[in-house]
């Protein structure tokens, strides 16, 4: 009887340099062309949630494959950019097949640790993925990854408390204060939870005043232009006139249990909440939760595009397994499987047709989104753009700098890090 996936801790699967990377068949392959050996795949998900539905869905493709192997391991997301640098640089313990954010993947296909995946059965149908999400899977006009989940940002809301303060889902930042005071005035409930901890939060507030943290076609840093001062005053007037609460960590726990539990009325967040929202106490009746999009700053709507990719180690002993695996992970009727059963926005326009989707009131809330979102920039330095944005955002909220400050510590950082970089 075969035995199903086995979940393993992250620091076992590094000591399992040998098989992390093929398996009992090198090649993925038997004397009949049969697929066999191990894939060992790191993934990044919510644990709790959506990791149980891709697990679900990689023990599949084992009853599809019988005689592959998948290594299912659970990576924490915070960790596993720098845990797959380590492994692909030292050249053990390295999955097959990671689950990569989209920013990680011109990153890590720059530093030659990702297989080009042109020409091989990963990209199967590749012309059914919507343009957008395929933007993020190249890197000098080769394509390093599959695109898995596409993603964008809205403002979710408690129906309950926003119709006892007799108030609508605010449009922009203008109504969002009025609504937080009525809010507060109303149920003694603070208007916003604000991540103050995690700078990917502060993207909509960048791009509704009209910037950005750069434009890559002109290689100029743009974060510490005036519309990014703007930002960075619009967030903390948030909090300072009392819209918001907000916190320096433990941001996603701090932001997620007071929504649920209905300590604030509204947060920011993506459709990868949307099932652990729906644990919560205050939405035991799913239609007590309600999604919009990010209030608009002085300039416009904005809201990032996100997702995640699905990326094949260079230097992965069973290639022809790990191609197959991402395919069927990639497939329409995975991604139907994700979008009905955790709200997951599908990157093959064909999924949508599919009734989970066409039955989701998350896919078809954001879908409009994702398809304005604001592309973010796809170099290999796109990842390392966060963490001096992140240092700032943190400070300007909890009142250690100014938004003058902290536009100007951030583009000073972006130039040492982008070389040449106006």
């Given at each position: 009887m075969?035995?199903?996936?086995?979940?393993?801790?992250l620091v076992a699967a590094l000591a399992l340099a040998a098989t992390a990377c093929g398996g009992d068949k090198s090649d993925g392959g038997s004397s009949s062309g049969e697929l066999s050996g191990t894939v060992t795949w790191w993934d990044t998900s919510s644990v709790g949630s959506e990791d149980k539905v891709f697990k679900k869905l990689a023990e599949g493709f084992e009853k599809k494959h019988p005689k592959v192997d998948v290594k299912y391991v659970s990576v924490p997301f915070?960790?596993?950019?720098?845990n797959f640098k380590n492994a692909a640089q030292s050249g053990k313990a390295?999955?097959?097949?990671?689950?990569s954010e989209v920013a990680w993947t011109p990153d890590f296909a720059s530093l030659g640790y990702l297989a080009p995946l042109d020409g091989t059965p990963a990209l199967k149908n590749q012309d059914d993925f919507l343009p957008q999400a395929v933007a993020s899977t190249k890197y000098e006009d080769k394509t390093y990854a599959v695109p898995q989940v596409i993603d964008s940002m809205g403002i979710f809301y408690n129906k309950k408390l926003l119709q006892e303060a007799g108030v609508e889902p605010p449009t922009n930042l203008d109504e969002l204060k009025s609504s937080a005071k009525a809010i507060k005035d109303k149920t003694g409930k603070t208007g916003?939870?604000?991540?103050?901890?995690?700078?990917?939060?502060?993207?909509?507030?960048?791009?509704?005043?009209?910037?950005?943290?750069?434009d890559a076609k002109t290689k100029t840093v743009t974060v510490?232009?005036?519309?990014?001062?703007?930002?960075?005053?619009?967030?903390k007037t948030l909090v300072d006139d009392g819209t918001a609460k907000t916190d320096a960590s433990d941001g996603w726990e701090n932001m997620m249990q007071a929504f649920k539990n209905g300590d604030v009325a509204m947060m920011i967040n993506g459709p990868w909440a949307v099932a652990d929202t729906l644990t919560g106490k205050e939405f035991t009746d799913k239609d007590n939760l309600g999604i919009a999009t990010v209030p608009a700053g002085s300039a416009a709507h904005g809201a990032p595009q996100g997702g995640h990719n699905l990326a094949v180690y260079a230097g992965s002993k069973n290639l022809a397994a790990s191609y197959a695996?991402?395919?069927?992970?990639?497939?329409?009727?995975?991604?139907a499987t994700a979008a009905g059963e955790l709200?997951?926005?599908?990157?093959r326009t064909s999924a949508y047709a599919k009734k989970e989707a066409v039955n989701s009131e998350i896919v078809g809330f954001f879908k409009p989104v994702v398809e304005t979102a604001v592309e973010r920039p796809w170099i290999p330095e796109g990842g390392s753009l966060f963490a001096p944005l992140g240092v700032e955002y943190t400070k300007v909220?909890?009142?250690?700098?100014?938004?003058?400050?902290?536009?100007k510590a951030v583009g000073d950082e972006y130039r040492k890090l982008l070389k040449d970089w106006k």
């Open positions: 075969r035995r199903g996936i086995t979940a393993t801790a915070g960790d596993a950019q720098n390295a999955p097959d097949v990671i689950r916003l939870y604000l991540r103050g901890d995690d700078p990917y939060f502060f993207l909509s507030f960048l791009y509704g005043e009209g910037g950005d943290l750069v510490d232009k005036p519309e990014g001062v703007k930002a960075f005053k619009a967030v695996f991402v395919e069927y992970m990639t497939s329409v009727e995975a991604q709200g997951l926005l599908p990157t909220l909890t009142d250690q700098t100014t938004p003058e400050k902290a536009a």
